[in-house]
């Protein structure tokens, strides 16, 4: 018979948490040696986790987004100092719901999760660069204001119906912000910083713009595809943004007329400007892309068309008569 000890241990073992065994996770052969890709991860915040040493650059990506096991809800220090302080981290279909972004970190790359709360301490110096947020669950972005490193932002397909301008203002150093698939109808040009080298904000819900006041000397780049803008002032941005070099409007309820004037004047500055395609078309969403915008028909070919259509719908009229009269005799 068992002694009284050991029924105790048995006890214990069974009743000892599973998360107290944690988790070690290792690389999947990459050609990169610096670089770790790890194909899954199933991770509660209350459990020991592990990762190999000796790498800057972890990649967790799931190859079975509807793998329930993949999941990590939170991006902490805890998280990151399991990793060992890598200077880049991406990690994509994971479900993340709350990102605590480490201080050292460079490249931060958190696309297609569930992302509702970006946490940073304001009396860090954070050296973050470029960071990604597509495809997350955004309400707002004041917290990237404390990014002064920031060179690239991404926060296309978020829930932002608004854009507080407060929180660009302090990234001296941003290039490229990326801002398409949102609801918000317009953008604080004048609260974005001049280092700005371009913006793509297409298929959205943008409805007007304002660029006076804004400061863009180092604008070259703007995709406004797929908005509902009406008109467009081309005089106030080439003010504002004197080295403009390429713009798209494509897809836009501006009159055909006036899109022609507007190209007129952005060609007379050796502008480009592309008013059909969108050059970042990908998906089934984006097939309006690929539709070339046609000019308004003239009073005497609106009348032609529809002089032969009503002579078309007569003779069917009389097909249809004679078809009658022939089934009756």
Known sequence: MPSPA???LTIVLLLYPSWAIGRDYQCIPYPVESRCEIEWIAHDRHE????????????????DVLDRDVSLTRFDSAVY??????LSVEILFAELQQVVLPDQLILGGFANNQITDLVVDRNQNYTIKYLDLDVNKLTEIGNVSYLV??????LEANQLDSLDGAAFTP?????RLYLSYNQ???IPWRDLPPSLVGIDSYYGALNQVDFRGAKLASFKRLVLTGNFLTNFNATELLEVAPNLEEIYLGHNPIPYKNMQRIEQ???IWNVAVVAAVNPECHGMRDLACLMEKQPELSEGWKLLILLLAMAMLVLFAVFILLLIKKVQD
């Open 48 to 63: 020991p986790i592990t990762f190999p040493s000796g790498y800057q650059h972890f990649r967790i990506v799931s190859k």
């Open 184 to 186: 918000f109808k317009t």
């Open 6 to 8: 050991f029924l105790r």
């Open 171 to 175: 990234l001296i150093n941003l290039k």
């Open 265 to 267: 004047k952005f060609i």
């Open 81 to 86: 100092e399991a990793m060992h302080r890598p």
């Open 149 to 154: 490193q920031l060179e690239t932002l991404r």
